[in-house]
């Protein structure tokens, strides 16, 4: 399996980013798959999870500003940030998710930084 976030920069507070995960090696439709993000000095941690079948969910910190959405056929994942803030900042990664054969997988990562 390769996962291969891009999308990241370096933006204002309030602002917009769009992060895209190309996935190839696997069958990505039948797949959960998650945004998970680390900042420097923390933990990483799961910010948006979309199932195959469609249903989504977000931390509390990002819920209303952030959107995930797949797209099957272009077995790509994307994360649509709004207003932005600089606590957003952080490396950002797509991640398969469930007890699955990729879920010690991690791809490379994608740099927000958000300044204030």
């Known amino acids: 399996v390769q996962l291969q976030a891009s999308g990241g920069g370096t933006v204002q507070a309030g602002g917009s980013l769009r992060l895209s995960c190309k996935a190839s090696?696997?069958?990505?439709?039948?797949?959960?798959m998650g945004w998970y993000r680390q900042a420097p000095g923390k933990q990483r941690e799961l910010v948006a999870e979309?199932?195959?079948?469609?249903?989504?969910d977000y931390v509390d910190t990002v819920k209303g500003r952030f959107t995930i959405s797949r797209d099957n056929i272009r077995r790509t994942l994307a994360l649509q940030m709004n207003s932005l803030k600089p606590e957003d900042t952080a490396v950002y990664y797509c991640?398969?998710?469930?007890?699955?054969?990729?879920?010690?997988?991690w791809g490379r990562g994608t740099l927000v930084t958000v300044s204030s």
């Open positions: 979309l199932s195959s079948d469609g249903n989504s």
């Open positions: 090696g696997i069958v990505f439709k039948n797949y959960d």
């Open positions: 991640k398969v998710l469930g007890n699955t054969r990729y879920q010690y997988y």
